[in-house]
């Protein structure tokens, strides 16, 4: 099957709606339990990095960029160098360490 993956537009919501809501019924997907308009799905993620896979008679699959606040790095050998890492590491991430207590 051929797609474009080009950048989401508000006429595309119909069919990136009817995608969320397959996923809302698996129970799985997300907290939410209902699917949001546009207006609200709109307001409340980031303008960046909004993607569609179009086909011609629609959207056969949709992303998004996540805003991460914190992220810690789990299930990591002994070998591994920590100061090294952690100077590599962007500010919102660190390696998880025995008794982190994330609040």
Do not use: K
């Amino acid at each position: 099957m051929d797609f474009v993956i080009e950048s989401m537009q508000p006429h595309d919501w119909e069919f990136v709606r009817g995608i969320y809501l397959e996923g809302l019924a698996t129970g799985d997907a997300t907290f939410e339990t209902e699917a949001p308009s546009w207006e609200q799905w709109d307001a409340g993620h980031s303008p960046n990095c909004r993607l569609v896979a179009r086909i011609p008679d629609g959207v056969l699959g949709w992303a998004r960029e996540l805003r991460v606040g914190q992220l810690y790095l789990v299930h990591m050998g002994n070998g591994l160098d920590y100061r090294s890492l952690i100077a590599e590491l962007p500010d919102w991430a660190a390696p998880a360490y025995d008794g982190l207590e994330i609040a």
